[in-house]
């Protein structure tokens, strides 16, 4: 998710105070008090209103929590403390606000002065005042800046349509998967709570782009072995998820026994009860004919659609049963 970065108070004020100066100087030099007050409130109007521009767009260009689909909203949620957001965001709205109501004071009261000295106190009381509203949303702006942090490591992802999320042991095959039906190299990106990147291809099938998701970290390994964040940012593809392929190494090169990997689909099915899962039977070139057959006789008893997948069956048949389970034909 990419949020720009909210420029650090102190700085807002010194770039809108110098700009203003800047813009407000004698074009000719009539010395009268008018053309004074004239040339004073024009430079508190322009450092009021620069200010409240970059306030108005730290609040505009930060996301609404309740807007986000819930996919991010459900990832978001563990990542930023959803009332310090708008707590923060709250002050920022509130100081812009405040800051047009005390320029307007200010201003009026420039005009009021009866003197040059006086016009020109008015006018430093007022850029004081006004950079004191600004300096004082620091911790609030502190805390926007850690949370679009947090929010950036959140994955940029297609979510118009449902995707397809691999699951299964370590060195079963997933990323293998993911490039046979995808093609081409996959997308990288991070998802959070995990070291590793999350792999990410398309396919087009039936005039649809179909997203396939690979998230090491997150759907191989025993439900028990997370802590409750990875569960939740597991739990959080189920917002996006069509279709759960689990990839199933029957010839024992992964070093996960049959038993154990039906186990795991086990486990992750009875956690994304709602999504319809396939299993895709991997290395078939290293299985024997038995192997294989188990493998297969064990998902019937379960209920799960099997597909080949190996040397010899390239991804057709893959994507011929993904198309079947999504509704594609
Ligand atoms: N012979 C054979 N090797 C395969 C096949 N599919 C994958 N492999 C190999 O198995 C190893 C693991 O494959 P990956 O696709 O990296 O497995 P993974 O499930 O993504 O593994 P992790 O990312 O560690 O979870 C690699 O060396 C692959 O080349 C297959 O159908 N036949
Ligand atoms: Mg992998």
């Not at 010839?251 to 689909?265: A, P, R, T, V």
């Amino acid at each position: 998710m990419d949020i720009p970065p909210i420029m650090e108070p102190e700085k807002m004020v010194e770039i809108a105070l110098k700009n203003a100066i800047k813009q407000s100087k004698a074009k000719n030099k009539t010395k009268s008090l008018k053309a004074l007050k004239e040339r004073e409130s024009k430079k508190v109007f322009l450092f009021s209103k620069a200010l409240a521009k970059r306030l108005g767009k730290a609040i505009s260009s930060f996301p609404e929590m309740e807007k986000l689909s819930p996919f991010y909203r459900e990832l978001a949620d563990l990542l930023v403390n959803e009332t310090t957001t708008k707590k923060a965001l709250a002050q920022l709205h509130a100081s812009k606000k405040l800051l047009r109501k005390k320029e307007n004071q200010f201003i009026k009261e420039i005009w009021r002065q009866k003197n040059e000295k006086a016009v020109k106190k008015k006018c430093n009381e007022a850029i004081g005042r006004l950079a004191s509203i600004v300096k004082r949303t620091k911790k609030s702006i502190k805390a926007l800046n850690l949370a679009r942090k947090a929010l950036r490591e959140i994955p940029v992802l297609q979510l118009k349509e449902k995707s397809i999320i691999l699951a299964g042991f370590p060195n079963t095959g997933k990323t293998t998967t993911l490039k046979r039906l995808t093609g081409s190299n996959p997308k990288i990106a991070s998802y959070p709570f995990t070291t590793k990147k999350i792999n990410i291809g398309y396919f087009n099938e039936k005039h649809r782009k179909i997203q396939v998701i690979d998230t090491p970290g997150l759907l191989d390994r025993k439900i028990s072995e997370r802590n409750a964040i990875e569960k939740k940012a597991m739990l959080a593809l189920k917002h996006l998820a069509g279709l759960i392929v689990f990839v199933v190494d029957p010839s024992n090169n992964s070093g996960y026994s049959l038993e154990e990997q039906f186990s795991l689909i086990k486990e992750i099915s009875r956690e994304f009860p709602h999504i319809p899962k396939i299993i895709a039977l991997n290395k078939e070139d290293l299985c024997g004919k038995k192997e294989m057959e188990k493998a297969e006789r064990i998902a019937l008893q379960k209920g799960i659609k099997t597909v080949r997948q190996g040397k010899k069956h390239c991804e057709k048949a893959l994507k011929e049963e993904i198309a079947r389970e999504m509704k594609l034909l």
